[in-house]
């Protein structure tokens, strides 16, 4: 099974998208498929023993519209823009003659719109023939596109917003040439021979002005990528045979040594070999303050160096670089369907059919209860143009885009359109200690042998200990070594290493068999832990990880470990808190020590001594529904390294990541930079993100809602009213752009501001 991302070209309304959708489905081998009309993108799952990239988009060109890949889009990319601009050029070109035209329209109008007698109005401009001289070319020239893509989905047996239009203004159009050619037909039934011309002509070009404006304000909503994107340095300083020089960042290979003076953009990915430096990552992490670099330590492109100068290796270069795998992912999760836009889908299936229907009904009615053609005609006109669905295709897509580009602005990576649209209804949110709540960088504090403290004894157990040790990856571990190197112990061999997940290590060195773990551990191979409790106890209080040592079968000594906390972590328990979540803690460290660390910062549910086995259990337990209420939605945080099980059970996983090494995959959502304030960021901005859909959908049905059955005429036998097919142009237009600019109203969502 492969995945692919494809750009669309040639929707002009939601319908169309569900065309395009059908049309991919259709092919051979295509297993699922989302089309996303606000962010002009499908991403496709498929086959590719069955079915391949041309077949794909052979079935989109079929459909009557165009599509390229999102791999390939670097050299596509100058024609996608070029061929954009052109459109664009012809767009304002086609509205600037259809605005002329319309103004002469709509004064020459206007004596017979409102039944006075205007003299400044000269009365040639009312005469029907150079109406019908003025509106033709706007009705099929301006509005060609109408016509051919209605003609295209007929083709295909399928109506889309264009449908509408078409036949809505070809109506108006039709009906004044009529009356133009033949107006004795209405006089012989005793009504006035008046034409609609300005309406084919100003509806045409009201369309065309909310399209354009739609789709200038929609540029906007991908400024965020745009701006990722252009963080991106253009050239990289390289040393090759011994020589410095310029380079053009494609041209960077994996392993080029490149030079960075201070204040310049780091080009590629890549790890300090010499020198040292500040650096300035908050562009890509979102983490504010400058980190220190040395030799050994990565590096991310597209960051700034501020202080010293350095080399560094390249390891990841084009787009294989953090950045652009940041740019990628966002793009992908802009173009993910947010579930709440289902109802938006199934409304669309139906509402074009649905409106052809009611069109038709209304000309009948009209027609049989007042036998009066020109009412029944321009009611029905009126119903065809209001009732466009086009604002509804746009209301979540768009404030996704925005959505998700903010998240990346501020460091955090939305996978999906559905966890963006989750997080806003977290209850419970479950934290990690180790690497989430502390800082993962645990050292040794204290150690105590059987024997005592500082004795010779001590640096022997040292050894055994640290020698077993080194063949774990836990962070615990990796403390130990680093004590052991602290006091210049030498490390010696070990055989039969064995680590048991959530318990500790063992290992046979220089005949001794070498037990290190838990309190509980030791006690259920049958080892008494006890005889160092006086210290244990103490250290534990204090927050400290009290891990056992045991050799050959008796407790040797005991050590303290202590991670320190992250300086936000008490801050963002804290705000979670007060965004109404219930925070709980899950950690494998035994109970007395993480209850210190929830004193610490603020928690009072914890989930302690859990082995990695259980964690996914007990965010299952957590879910489950409490006392006939609904299942509880609750969000995982891990480091995302051994957390992964619980990460996918958890309804948002949310991974915390430090520099490159973050786990993308594993999780839902992913805060770049190890900073917990984001979780509660990614909480606002999904509230912020789904109140600004909401707006969306009402501004959407809102226009359709109450405009087609005052377009239909429901008024006119209590008040008279009608809705002038114009007006019900400039409303259709109107909230396209209406919808478009509420959702770009949501970039000035600002971090940790309610
Ligand atoms: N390599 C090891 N050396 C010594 N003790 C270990 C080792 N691995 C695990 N342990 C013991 O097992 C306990 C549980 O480990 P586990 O990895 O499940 O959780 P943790 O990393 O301490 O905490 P968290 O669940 O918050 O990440 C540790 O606190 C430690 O006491
Ligand atoms: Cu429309
Ligand atoms: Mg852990």
């Known amino acids: 099974m492969d995945n692919l991302t494809l750009k669309l070209r040639g929707m002009s309304c939601a319908a169309c998208a569900n065309n395009v959708e059908q049309a991919i489905l259709s092919v051979p081998g295509v297993i699922d498929c989302n089309v996303n009309f606000g962010a002009e993108q499908a991403s496709i799952n498929y086959d590719y023993k069955r079915t391949n990239l041309e077949e794909i988009q052979a079935a989109i060109e079929a459909a009557g519209y165009s599509s390229f890949s999102l791999s390939e889009e670097q050299g596509e990319d100058d024609t996608e823009t070029a061929s954009r601009l052109a459109e664009q050029q012809e767009l304002v070109l086609k509205l600037k003659t259809g605005g002329v035209i319309s103004i002469f329209l709509f004064f020459g109008s206007l004596p017979m719109m409102t039944g006075l007698n205007l003299p400044f109005i000269p009365s040639f401009l009312h005469h029907p023939w150079l109406q019908l001289v003025l509106t033709t070319p706007v009705e099929f020239w301006c509005g060609w596109s109408f016509f051919r893509n209605a003609w295209k989905s007929l083709k295909h047996h399928t109506a889309t917003m264009d449908t509408l239009i078409a036949l809505g203004t070809g109506t108006a159009y039709l009906y004044s040439l009529v009356v133009t050619l033949f107006p004795g037909l209405l006089i012989s039934q005793g009504l006035e021979p008046h034409v609609y011309y300005e309406v084919a002509a100003m509806v045409v070009t009201l369309i065309l002005l909310g399209r354009f404006l739609e789709s200038r304000a929609r540029g906007q909503t991908s400024a965020a990528i745009r701006k990722l994107m252009g963080l991106q ?164 897509p768009t404030s996704v885009m925005v959505g998700t580009g903010i998240g990346a602005e501020n460091g955090i990576l939305i996978k999906g359109a559905e966890s963006l649209e989750l997080a806003h209804k977290i209850q419970i949110i479950v934290l990690d200690k180790t690497g989430t709540l502390t800082q993962g960088k645990p050292t040794v504090t204290d150690f105590v042998t059987v024997h005592g403290t500082a004795n010779s004894n001590e640096l022997g157990l040292l050894q055994l200990a640290a020698t077993v040790e080194r063949n774990s990856e836990h962070p615990l571990a990796e403390a130990v070594v680093q004590y052991a190197k602290s006091q210049e112990v030498s490390l010696a061999t070990v055989n039969n290493f064995l680590a048991i997940a959530g318990s500790g290590v063992q290992g046979i060195v220089n005949d001794h068999l070498v037990q290190i773990g838990t309190q509980r551990w030791l006690t259920e191979i049958g080892i008494n832990p006890d005889s160092l409790q006086q210290y244990q106890l103490g250290w534990e209080s204090s927050g400290k990880t009290v891990i056992f040592i045991a050799v050959d079968g008796a407790l040797q000594g005991i050590m303290a470990i202590s991670d320190a906390l992250k300086p936000s972590s008490a801050q963002a328990v804290k705000a979670l808190q007060n965004l109404g979540l219930e925070v709980v803690m899950l950690t494998g460290d035994n109970q007395q020590t993480a209850d210190a660390i929830a004193l610490q910062v603020g928690i009072t549910q914890v989930f302690a001594q859990v082995r990695p086995d259980q964690k996914a259990a007990i965010i299952q337990s957590l879910q489950s529904p409490i006392q006939n209420s609904k299942s509880q939605i609750v969000a995982m945080v891990g480091d995302g390294i051994n957390d992964a099980p619980a990460l996918a059970q958890a309804d948002v996983g949310i991974a915390i990541g430090t520099g490159t090494d973050i786990a993308i995959a594993a999780s839902d959502i992913t805060l770049i930079s190890g900073d917990l304030q984001g979780i509660v960021t990614a909480i606002q901005l999904s509230r912020a993100t789904i109140n600004n859909i909401q707006q969306n959908l009402f501004f959407a049905f809102i226009y359709n809602i109450i405009g087609i059955p005052i377009a239909a005429g429901i008024l006119y036998p209590i008040f008279g009213w009608l809705l002038n097919p114009i007006i019900a142009g400039a409303a259709m237009a109107f909230s396209s752009v209406s919808v478009v600019t509420n959702a770009l109203r949501l970039r000035n969502f600002q971090p940790g501001v309610k």
């Open 233 to 396: 340095a253009k050239t990289a300083r390289v040393i090759r045979n011994d020589v410095e020089m310029d380079i053009s960042i494609a041209e960077v290979r994996i392993n080029d040594v490149i030079v960075v003076r201070p204040g310049e953009k780091i080009p590629v990915d890549g790890e300090v070999i010499e020198g040292a430096s500040t650096v300035d990552e908050a562009m890509v992490t979102g983490e504010s303050l400058p980190r220190k670099k040395q030799p050994g330590d990565e590096v991310i492109g597209a960051t700034i160096n501020k202080t010293g100068s350095f080399k560094f290796r390249a390891t990841r270069v084009g787009k294989d670089t953090f950045l652009a795998q940041i740019v990628k992912l966002v793009q992908e999760a802009q173009g993910s369907k947010a579930p709440i836009q289902r109802l938006a889908d199934q409304v669309t299936g139906w509402f074009v059919p649905a409106v052809i229907a009611i069109a038709i009904a209304t000309f009948v009615i009209w027609f049989n209860i007042m036998g009066n053609l020109t009412l029944a005609t321009m009611t029905t006109v009126g119903v065809l143009i209001i009732a466009c669905p086009c604002a509804l295709g746009l209301a979540t």
